[in-house]
Structure formats: structure tokens, C-alpha cells
């Protein structure tokens, strides 16, 4: 996080909002890469937790 600070989905709505989550963009239970930085992306508690509850509705 320390590379983007801010959440990155709030950023692409035009809201300001501090990271607190590394999240793995394309989950590892997926074929993500845990540890390619190009699979990471900051998000707030609320975006992930929203990006989380979609993937487990979709398995």
C-alpha cells in the first residue's frame, strides 16, 4: 500500500479514500499470483469487502 496509499476503486469514482487493504485482483483460489505486484491493488475496508462478496456469489 505504501506505493498507492489511496483506494483504488474509490479513485476510478472520483473519491478520495484512504487504502487499507492489499488486495489480490484475480484471487489466488483463481490462478492469481500471490505475490505479482501486477495482481495486487489497494482498496478501503468497503470496496474490498463489496469486491469480496461478489467473487464468493460467483464461484
Request: positive net charge; hydrophobic residues 30%; charged residues 20%.
Amino acid at each position: 500500500m505504501e506505493q498507492c496509499p489511496l483506494c483504488e476503486e474509490c479513485q476510478r469514482r472520483g473519491i478520495t479514500t484512504l487504502a487499507q487493504v492489499v488486495d489480490h485482483i484475480v484471487p489466488i483460489n483463481r490462478g492469481g499470483a500471490k505475490l505479482d505486484m501486477a495482481n495486487l491493488q489497494s482498496l478501503c475496508h468497503p470496496c474490498h469487502n463489496r469486491k469480496s462478496g461478489l467473487e464468493s456469489h460467483t464461484r
